[in-house]
């Protein structure tokens, strides 16, 4: 089981991105992906949760004012699409997944339940 991210980089305040998970391995036809994030100096926090096959998607927070997570299942990719990013988005961002894990139920954003896990992608915003 596997997944990896991509598309972190450097954004100016206000700016977008969209970071990438794709995934392999998993056999379930319903399994749940998701992202996270760690800052600087911070625990790591949960951002959304998308599970597949056109299920639940969940966000933690606030953000859900500004990120958008999304699912093609004919990639086996999760997008994270981020818009008006401020300095305080800065962070490593990680794609993490597991089969059981429900993304409808609380407790989605718990790190510890989730077995694989991304190497972490980059984010900076910076003027």
């Known amino acids: 089981l596997q997944v990896a991210e991509s598309g972190g980089g450097l954004v100016q305040p206000g700016g977008s991105l969209t970071l990438s998970c794709v995934d392999s391995g998993f056999t379930r036809y319903y399994y749940n992906v998701a992202w996270f994030r760690q800052a600087p100096g911070k625990e790591r926090e949960g951002v959304a949760c998308a599970t597949t096959r056109g299920g639940e998607t969940n966000y933690a927070g606030s953000f859900k004012d500004r990120f958008t997570i999304s699912r093609d299942d004919a990639k086996n990719t999760v997008y994270l699409q981020m818009t008006s990013l401020k300095p305080e988005d800065t962070a490593v961002y990680y794609c993490?997944?597991?089969?059981?894990?429900?993304?409808?139920?609380?407790?989605?954003?718990?790190?510890?339940?989730?077995?694989?896990w991304g190497q972490g992608t980059q984010v900076t915003v910076s003027s």
């Open positions: 993490a997944a597991d089969e059981l894990v429900v993304c409808a139920n609380p407790g989605w954003d718990t790190d510890y339940y989730y077995h694989t």
